[in-house]
């Protein structure tokens, strides 16, 4: 089996979830990923306005479609997103994707250590998550973990990349790529990022 789907020992994830703890990062533990979309939905008040990254992990857990959905909750950025026109309103669509209140999405690793690595191929993402939002929660498979921040770059290189290559290039006709890396060593606004590590393998 490749390493990096290999689902790692309660022992290790309790570990990981102890050490995200002291590096600020709220972090729980579910074992599937039904239970990740409950836990991850009860954690956003009715009426949030919530931005769902692209996330092959939101995808497969059917949470991307329920935050997004006609008649939902909640206020999707990214209704307001597809009504606008990026050749004139580009800077108001970083803004809005910049700065959330809720962002949900998932990350390609993280470290035994409390850290979590993000790549990108256009950076979208990063800034909601670095600063720019008020809440982050992550959906992360439990594959996900890993020994070291070295572990996790090549966790990235030698797996989500290809993966993620692979699924753009269908998708849109044109391949991915790893441009942008952010690397959250601590938070440190409490309560702001939250983690839900899931029994299953989720995503790349």
């Not at 290559?165 to 991915?176: C, V």
Request: no cysteine; hydrophobic share 35%.
């Amino acid at each position: 089996m490749d390493k990096w789907t290999k689902l790692t020992t309660k022992e290790t994830i309790n570990k990981t979830i102890e050490a995200l703890k002291a590096n600020g990062i709220e972090a729980h533990f579910v074992e599937n990923g039904k239970k990740a979309k409950e836990l991850a939905l009860e954690l956003i008040p009715e009426g949030s306005e919530v931005m769902t990254m692209s996330s092959t992990t939101l995808d497969t857990i059917n949470l991307s479609e329920e935050v997004n959905k006609e008649g939902s909750k909640f206020k999707p950025v990214r209704d307001k997103l597809y009504s606008m026109d990026p050749t004139t309103q580009l800077q108001e669509m970083n803004r809005l994707g910049a700065a959330p209140q809720y962002t949900l999405g998932s990350v390609h690793a993280v470290t035994e250590e409390g850290q979590v690595l993000i790549a990108s191929n256009s950076g979208s993402q990063l800034p909601a998550y670095a600063y720019g939002a008020l809440h982050v929660i992550w959906v992360v498979g439990a594959q996900k973990i890993v020994k070291n921040i070295s572990e996790g770059i090549k966790r990235i290189y030698e797996h989500s990349f290809p993966l993620e290559d692979e699924r753009a290039s269908k998708a849109y006709g044109i391949g991915s790529g790893v441009n942008k890396i952010l690397i959250i060593n601590k938070e440190k606004q409490i309560g702001r990022i939250t983690l839900i590590f899931v029994n299953e393998k989720l995503g790349f």
